[in-house]
């Protein structure tokens, strides 16, 4: 069975926390382990954090849209803005990279993603903003599987 949903809000930082939990709702009714649910709301932090602030640049007038899907135990989260874009998708992802060294951010927001999802995809373009596709195979229980 396949189930999804869609939100959308403005690119405000105090927005960050709602995308996060509301993700987790939504996943918790495949029960994911504790660490599973901690993953995946580290990488919609992670992934919403970057469009608001590298995206956006703090604009409020920007919006972020998550879909997620889950089927067969497998939750795919797609973050989307359609804010700066990615010059350099490779260089984005390299551990410690940032264009914001002056917000002491770690640069290590693509690294996060990559080791706490099975698959993640990007796809940017300057000017029209950047997609980010994350895949996670859940351990599910034995008895949602009947």
């Known amino acids: 069975m396949r189930n999804e949903m869609h939100i959308q809000f403005s ?3 105090q927005n960050e926390s709602f995308a996060r939990v509301t ?20 990488v919609v932090s992670e992934a919403v954090t970057n469009a ?23 939750v795919e ?18 551990p410690l990279f940032t264009t914001k060294p002056e917000l002491e951010r770690s ?3 693509f690294t996060i993603m990559e ?6 995809d990007v796809e ?7 997609i980010i596709r994350l895949k996670k195979h859940l351990a599910l229980k034995k008895a949602l599987c009947n």
Request: glycine share 12%.
């Open 107 to 109: 640069g290590m927001g």
């Open 124 to 130: 940017s373009q300057p000017g029209l903003g950047t």
């Open 115 to 120: 080791n706490f999802m099975d698959d993640i």
């Open 77 to 94: 989260v797609i973050i989307r803005d359609e804010g700066m874009g990615i010059t350099d998708i490779e260089e984005a992802r390299q």
């Open 11 to 13: 690119a405000l930082s």
């Open 52 to 74: 608001i602030i590298h995206g956006y640049d703090e604009n409020p007038d920007g919006m972020v849209f998550i879909s997620v899907t889950i089927e067969e135990g497998t």
């Open 23 to 42: 993700v987790a709702s939504f996943i918790a009714q495949l029960d994911p382990t504790l660490d599973e649910l901690t993953e995946i709301k580290t």
